[in-house]
């Protein structure tokens, strides 16, 4: 049994009173509601006490958007996991398109992260996911699985802890276009099959894979309703406190009725 896992990323969005607002907005609207899924709310680095704080009555999870391996150190601009840890963070994003792509990191990157990530018995939530152009030329398939190989293929099955895989189809991020579920639904289940040969089946049956791209209170209920997706990863419709609060309502739902 996966439990569906719900993640805002609000990426470089809301202050510290703005996240205040926010966190209640949402609290008020999911209060007292029967929801097994687990919400998670990953704030930018200077509200994350702030959340913490206002999520301290909740069994919600903080996330961290980013870190860097190294404990400590002349890293001038960099946070470390021991620092996420210690504002309380449970879990950490990735490897997201973002950080690939606007500030260069390499799979190698993402998979030292990975490896500090675990070793501070932090969640990752490993983002992977193809371009347009990649997609157009066939190449989804063998983008992602190059991208788990760099990320989790340093890992040995005994030693590794939990961590959660999102598969973000990066021309689906931001623009309003979401993956079909049948598109997503591939990928996931190609990422479910990696996690069977890599690993072992009982790796592939307990980990979640979360689908991430334009994710809006309209298409939880058909994503969630595929098989291999567990959950969401939401940008933009997660810094709205009503449509957020939909996403987890209905995703949860979707979920539930689906029998996972
Ligand atoms: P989006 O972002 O929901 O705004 O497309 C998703 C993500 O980047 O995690």
Same mark, same amino acid.
């Given at each position: ?6 993640? /805002?990323?609000?990426?470089? =969005?809301?202050?510290?009173?703005? &996240? ?13 509601k ?8 990953a704030?930018p +680095? ?13 069994? *919600? ?8 391996? $190294?404990?400590?150190?002349? +890293? ?19 490897? =997201?398109? %973002?950080?690939? =792509?606007? +500030? ?17 018995? !932090?969640v990752?939530?490993v983002?992977?996911? $193809? ?17 788990? $190989?760099?990320?989790?293929?340093? !890992?040995? %099955? ?5 961590f ?7 021309? &689906?991020?931001?623009? /309003? ?16 099959? *990696? ?17 991430g ?8 209920? $058909? ?12 940008? /933009?419709?997660? !810094?709205?406190?009503?449509? +957020?609060a ?15």
């Amino acid at each position: 049994m996966r439990v569906p896992l719900i993640a /805002g990323n609000w990426k470089m =969005h809301m202050t510290r009173p703005e &996240a205040r607002e926010l966190v209640r907005g949402i609290k008020s609207r999911l209060m007292g509601k029967e929801i097994r899924a687990q919400v998670g709310l990953a704030p930018p +680095f200077t509200a994350l006490e702030t959340v913490a704080n206002e999520i301290a009555d909740t069994n *919600w999870i903080l996330v961290g958007q980013n870190a860097f391996w $190294e404990e400590k150190g002349a +890293f001038t601009g960099e946070i470390s996991f021991g620092m996420l840890a210690e504002v309380g963070c449970k879990m950490v994003i990735l490897g =997201h398109s %973002e950080r690939r =792509h606007i +500030f260069g990191e390499s799979d190698q990157w993402v998979g030292k992260k990975v490896q500090a990530c675990l070793q501070w018995g !932090l969640v990752p939530i490993v983002c992977v996911g $193809e371009t347009l152009d990649e997609r157009e030329s066939g190449l989804t398939l063998k983008v992602v699985e190059r991208q788990l $190989e760099g990320a989790l293929g340093g !890992l040995e %099955e005994n030693a590794a802890g939990e961590f959660v895989i999102a598969y973000e189809p990066v021309w &689906a991020i931001g623009t /309003g276009r979401t993956a079909t579920p049948e598109q997503a639904q591939e990928v996931q289940a190609m990422v479910r099959d *990696w996690l069977r040969r890599r690993f072992s089946p009982m790796r592939a049956s307990r980990t979640r894979i979360l689908y991430g791209g334009s994710v809006k209170p309209e298409n939880i209920r $058909e994503l969630m309703e595929c098989p291999d997706i567990d959950g969401a990863l939401v940008g /933009g419709a997660s !810094l709205d406190a009503l449509g +957020f609060a939909k996403i987890v309502e209905e995703g949860d739902r979707a979920a539930r009725e689906g029998g996972k």
